[in-house]
């Protein structure tokens, strides 16, 4: 009997640096691009992913991350963020990634459904107003859940 | 044919920050609230989560995440962490998220069970009395994957 | 009736640190103990645990994680990383947790397959003569998702 293929994927997206929030993007993008069924979930940091004065200035971060190869006392430096961050954007570019609001558009109008967390949302004292007009809703766990159902629950 | 509902969630608390571990209780939490069995397993520093002397010591990180907007040279001040998590625990009390202990209490009195990781457990050399008394077993990695049958394994 | 046994993990290893890295691989390692097959999939500093130059010196992170109950100004010494990464390995060693390249090729011995993300490489620069052999192919994110079918998807 063949395997029964991935039809639906629930990706939480819960990290505000750059490289914490794309993943669960190109995850997301990945799966339209294969038919597959794509909602996403922003939780706690994750929201900025979707909030509109904050989606295009996520950054990378340049401390706590040994993989980065900087040492504390180089990534903490004023404006080293801002530098690592326009240099793996204009990687990002190259393979065209595109920045933030245009790739939650793309990933939108390929079909995929995008949520905030309501806890987050109340714990931030956020509103629908901030978040970029791709949000269907502010849904809580339990909603997320429901939505998920038939499918994998991926949590970035 | 309707899509199969989430029945079982197996939930990996793998952090030890405030924000890196509460988003697994907030999804084991949820999933019981719905009728949905789970499992919470702690491992590496997650651990602490379930460790009597610590689990209410849990601290906000404030350098390594861009997401909190604050320059890893305020971020790294002594105090800082401490304030910044005094902060976050004040937003989710006015939400009714309640601290670590009373909410591993909560989540074990709606059904969840609790797990720890053994190699995580003889790594940092602790023992079943460490943990907080709603910890079920210390369990290895086999031993998840079967507790998981049947559901969804959620890494956070 | 009885619940469906896990059958299959493919497992996403996206962070880059040891203790990041590890998680991905003790699952892996454990699946397969267990006979069910495994996947894994590097991703963004992910990648690094399956470069040949830097599988075995992957690092702890000694600053942005509040449960190393390390100050920031302590974290962040010169050496310091190295000093707590040398600790966690000879801790791991006493569990018989291996060095990197050892562990990736016991998994891979085991039967589990590697893969490295091909969003990652092209913005890395980085060719298949990078990788470690155990490396089975490059292979993007539609592709992931079809070698996925019938198993769980687990991110770390």
């Known amino acids: 009997m063949a395997e029964e293929k991935i039809k639906k994927v629930s990706i939480v997206v819960s990290k505000g640096s750059l490289e914490g929030a794309y ?3 190109i995850m997301a993008n990945g799966a ?4 597959i069924e794509a909602n996403l979930f922003f939780t706690f940091f994750g929201l900025e992913a979707i909030i509109k004065k904050k989606m295009n200035k996520l950054k990378v ?8 190869h900087m040492p504390t006392l180089v990534g903490m430096l004023p404006g080293m963020s801002a530098f690592a961050t326009s240099m793996m954007k204009k990687e990002m570019d190259k393979i065209d990634i595109p920045p933030v609001d245009e790739f939650i558009e793309m990933i939108y109008d390929a079909g995929a459904k995008l949520y905030a967390c309501k806890a987050t949302v109340d714990m931030f004292h956020l509103t629908m107003d901030d978040f970029c007009e791709q949000t269907d809703s502010i849904i809580n766990v339990g909603k997320f859940y429901e939505v998920s159902a038939g499918g994998q629950i991926i949590f970035t």
């Open 32 to 35: 339209r691009m294969e038919g």
């Open 23 to 25: 993943p669960g993007l």
């Open 61 to 68: 971060a340049t401390v706590g991350n040994p993989a980065m």
